[in-house]
């Protein structure tokens, strides 16, 4: 029987045929260096370029220590990072970006905080090379979700963690569809931690994560993880009711008394901007609701998360020279 690894680092790749190279060229020396048992894990999220024949170069050059899961089409950076966990058999597993943007030489750091008791244990980029945009709307959903989740993290957008052998399972049998890895994790951790990390700019290509894109991903770890929103809204919408009842009985008492100087005033009830007001709060509501009955849709339909075409693996009963 194959040595259970002591560690398993789990990379989700899409389209990055540039940078891979130089991951190959740092990550494994950077793991050699901290004399564990360990394995790597890609997951190839259907890349159209030539990643997978990149990744499948590297399985060959590193049979011990690579395996490589090929998805057939594109499901997303979570999905893959969920397939990795089902897939990997180490003690403790690491998740980072293929991009270079998590420094492979910080894993030690994460290493001997699980030494130190901690189940989970968070990246917080420190300088974080990143446009202002995403700095900026990072920190506005960080604090977002701090208010309306009891997910307690610094960095949430930050892919360098690592996790128990317990909580990897436990994901991995979660049958959520759309989730966000990190939190999901997150409320099967015991003792979480977090240490801080260098950040780098990508080593090549560009983002995967247009505006929409992130707007999704931060919808999926709003509503899969809190029903704020839903009950905001409620509460938004009784004021709403309470208050244009307020205004009837003012504009009713106001008619009575003073008569006529209601031009000014008439634009506090200016049937128009109160439609647009009202249209606009249905709109929200109902784009909100459909935020949750989509998630039911998708779970209800227990589509399987994603199919994989191949895995890149020795077979375990091969004994492992060293
Ligand atoms: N990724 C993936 N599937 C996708 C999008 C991204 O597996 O559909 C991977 C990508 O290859 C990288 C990681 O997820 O390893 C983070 O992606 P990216 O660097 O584009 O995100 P950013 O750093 O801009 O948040
Ligand atoms: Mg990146």
């Avoid at 590297?58 to 998805?71: A, I, K, M």
């Avoid at 969920?82 to 492979?104: I, K, S, W, Y």
């Amino acid at each position: 029987m194959l040595e259970q690894p002591q560690l398993s680092v789990v990379i989700p790749v899409f389209n990055e045929e540039a940078s891979l190279p130089v991951l190959f060229a740092r990550l494994y020396p950077a793991l050699d260096a901290l004399g564990l048992r360990y394995e790597v894990i890609f997951i190839n999220d259907g890349s159209r370029d030539r990643s997978a024949a990149l990744l499948r170069e590297q399985w060959e050059r590193r049979p011990d220590t690579t395996r490589v899961v090929l998805f057939n089409a594109n499901y997303g950076q979570h999905p893959a990072i969920v397939a990795g966990f089902e897939h990997c058999r180490g003690e403790r597993v690491v998740t980072m970006d293929a991009d270079l943007q998590n420094p492979p030489e910080e894993i030690g750091k994460l290493l001997a905080a699980m030494d130190a008791g901690h189940d989970y244990v968070g990246g917080v980029r420190r300088a974080r090379e990143d446009s202002w945009f995403r700095r900026l709307a990072s920190k506005a959903m960080n604090r977002l979700r701090e208010r309306i989740t009891r997910i307690r993290m610094t960095d949430q957008g930050c892919m360098l963690r690592a996790y128990s052998r317990e909580i990897v399972a436990a994901v991995a049998a979660s049958r959520e569809v759309s989730t966000f890895i990190p939190a999901l994790a997150y409320t099967f951790a015991s003792n979480p931690a977090e240490v801080d990390v260098a950040h780098a700019g990508r080593a090549a290509g560009k983002s995967h994560y247009p505006l929409y894109k992130l707007i999704r991903l931060n919808f999926d770890l709003i509503t899969g993880f809190s029903l704020v929103p839903l009950q905001l809204f409620s509460m938004f919408g009784m004021f709403v009711s309470a208050a244009a009842l307020a205004t009837y009985i003012g504009v009713i008492g106001y008619r009575l008394y003073f008569v006529d100087w209601h031009d000014a005033a008439a634009v506090f009830w200016d049937r128009d901007i109160l439609a647009f007001f009202l249209v606009g709060m249905l709109l929200f509501g109902l784009g909100l609701i459909g935020e949750y009955v989509g998630r039911i849709y998708h779970q209800v339909r227990a589509r399987p998360r994603y199919m994989i075409r191949a895995v890149l693996e020795r077979p375990a009963e091969e004994p492992v020279e060293r």
